[in-house]
């Protein structure tokens, strides 16, 4: 959120926990100069977790008829892979960053 703020000021809106029609909870939604961006963010709790989140991050983006979505991971393994990767999804595409 600090290094969101004084990007969107004046220029779009940042949502936090924002809740959905069917009552789910996105992490993190920015509508930035007309478009909008969901942002799920995870702990790594494993590849089985990390699946789970990949399609709760596609639920989100079918529910804002969204094509693109951001999950940013958090791994604090040590021998973790980090960096940024675009996977296809169930025809949408998964911008995924581990740090």
Not at 22 to 32: G, K, P
Not at 35 to 63: M, N, P, S, V
Not at 81 to 98: D, H, Q, W
Request: proline share 2%; glycine share 8%.
């Amino acid at each position: 959120m600090l290094f969101l703020k004084p990007i969107i000021n004046g220029s779009g809106n940042c949502y936090i926990e924002a809740e959905t029609r069917n009552r789910q909870r996105t992490d993190l939604i920015v509508d930035y100069r007309g478009e909008q961006f969901i942002i799920e963010t995870k702990l790594w709790h494993g590849a089985a977790k990390h699946l789970e989140g990949r399609e709760q991050l596609f639920h989100y983006l079918d529910h804002y008829h969204l094509n693109t979505g951001y999950m940013l991971t958090f791994n604090f393994n040590k021998k973790k892979e980090i960096g940024v990767i675009e996977i296809p999804y169930k025809g949408k595409t998964l911008v995924e960053a581990v740090v």
